[in-house]
């Protein structure tokens, strides 16, 4: 675990507090549009204030991390993922997401869900925050596999990366039952090979999200997950 000291001064945010997880608490038992609108003041106040503080928050300790990804503290089109669900063509029809998220994403590609990116979490009882790639278009996915094999030795540093592995556990990700076409079965690394998301994350819980120094956490555990994300990003073809 890399243990860093963050600068930045005093920041605004003061922890995810008990209104913030008992407006979601309160939304699964009743999410459709009537009570969201009845209740569009505490949402404002108690989950996208302290949204904003924390992307705000972020904004100094991801330059020290990872100067080229961005934290932007915007209601739309920044850092944090709207509530609203698309429901078009899900057989779930809730209106509202059940949880408080945002992405810190390359600024080559500010807006692109797919792209690397450091996440965060939080529900009630459900917080984690980590980074990764989240199911990348096929010639992106096509170039983290090739890096892979023509990379293990660096692959396999970073997989047995001490920092990386005490914190999070491992690399993860939703994986191919076969091998991808062009890819042997018998290729090193094969179960990563497998893989269509590459993340890392760190589970937590309120009482952590609570604190002011949240943010710290969620820095170091960017930090930890450094390795990933350069490797990722030079499969990308994007700085780190």
């Known amino acids: 675990m890399r243990h860093r000291a963050w600068g930045g001064g005093m920041d605004a945010f003061q922890g995810f507090g008990p209104g913030f997880f008992g407006f979601f608490r309160d939304l699964s038992q009743n999410n459709d549009r009537d009570w969201f609108q009845a209740n569009k003041a505490r949402y404002e106040n108690d989950v996208v204030t302290p949204l904003m503080?924390?992307?705000?928050?972020?904004?100094?300790?991801?330059?020290?991390?990872?100067?080229?990804?961005v934290a932007e503290p915007k209601k739309q089109g920044g850092s944090m993922f709207r509530i609203y669900r698309d429901v078009r063509f899900a057989r779930d029809k809730r209106p509202y997401k059940e949880h408080g998220a945002c992405q810190f994403r390359h600024a080559s590609a500010s807006r692109d869900v797919h792209a690397p990116g450091y996440y965060v979490h939080l529900a009630p009882g459900d917080v984690r925050f980590g980074a990764g790639i989240w199911l990348p278009p096929s010639d992106t996915l096509a170039a983290i596999r090739t890096r892979i094999v023509r990379n293990p030795d660096d692959w396999a540093s970073i997989v047995g990366d001490a920092a990386l592995t005490a914190r999070f556990g491992g690399i993860d990700g939703e994986a191919l039952s076969r091998p991808p076409k062009g890819f042997s079965a018998d290729a090193p690394h094969i179960d990563d090979l497998k893989r269509k998301t590459f993340f890392v994350l760190e589970g937590s819980d309120e009482r952590v999200a609570g604190r002011p120094d949240f943010p710290d956490r969620v820095a170091e555990a960017f930090a930890d997950a450094g390795p990933l994300m350069a490797f990722l990003c030079g499969a990308a073809g994007v700085p780190y």
């Open 53 to 69: 503080a924390f992307i705000t928050a972020m904004q100094p300790r991801l330059e020290e991390v990872a100067p080229y990804f």
